[in-house]
Antibody
């Protein structure tokens, strides 16, 4: 059974940093692209970033480019999202997803990041 | 960026009835389109990919059709557990983009 468990969410001040983690199990992590998708409170889904299976290629939404960095540790079956220069509009539930890097096949339960002073 | 537009925003349907949801892309995405279901407080769940292929474990009452710029998700006979928000998403181009969602509510 595929399991994705996000952690690292919480409250952070504007301009601050946060690192999200996603622990994966139930599949061969190193064979699949992985993504982060977020959802602001009461809003729709927004793709944030994708990384290929080897980590050699990464893709970002314009809204986070230059501020967020996606990475992975295939030896630890873990996906990361390093978030810098956080803004109020980054407040959202962040979902980790097993992707392809095409569609989002399996999703974690999400972790809430709140950016507020 | 490819803009995905879903209609209607809200669909009121009685249990047992058929529901038809639409998704339009601002330019062709060929068949590289997925549909997701999201219930309150839960993560989204993949329903359909490749515009018409059901994901693992998805009931047969969910079906997808279309290609290019016009797509449809049909729920043949709504069950109580199907009342949720549905999103379409294109994966033909970067950035990946979602529609704004269609809420299917009980009539």
């Amino acid at each position: 059974e595929v399991q994705l468990l996000e952690s690292g969410g919480g409250s952070v001040q504007p301009g601050g940093s946060q690192r999200l983690s996603c622990a994966a199990s139930g599949f061969t992590f190193s064979s699949y692209g992985m993504s982060w998708v977020r959802q602001a409170p009461g809003k729709g889904l927004e793709w944030v970033s994708t990384i290929t299976s080897s980590g050699s290629s990464t893709y970002y939404a314009d809204s986070v480019k230059g501020r967020f960095t996606i990475s992975r540790d295939n030896s630890q079956n873990t996906l990361y999202l390093h978030m810098n220069s956080l803004r109020a509009e980054d407040t959202a539930v962040y979902y980790c997803a097993k992707s392809g890097p095409l569609y989002f096949e399996y999703w974690g339960q999400g972790t809430l990041v709140t950016v507020s002073s | 960026e490819i803009v995905m537009t879903q209609s209607p925003a809200t669909l009121s349907v009685s249990p047992g009835e058929r529901a038809t949801l639409s998704c339009r892309a601002s330019e062709s995405v060929t068949s590289e389109l997925a549909w997701y279901q999201q219930k309150p407080g839960q993560a989204p769940r993949l329903l359909i990919y490749g515009a018409s292929t059901g994901a693992t474990g998805i009931p047969a009452r969910f079906s997808g059709s279309g290609s290019g710029t016009e797509f449809t998700l049909t729920i043949s006979s709504l069950q109580s557990e199907d009342f949720a928000v549905y999103y379409c998403q294109q994966y033909n181009n970067w950035p990946r983009t979602f529609g704004q969602g269609t809420k299917v509510e009980i009539k």
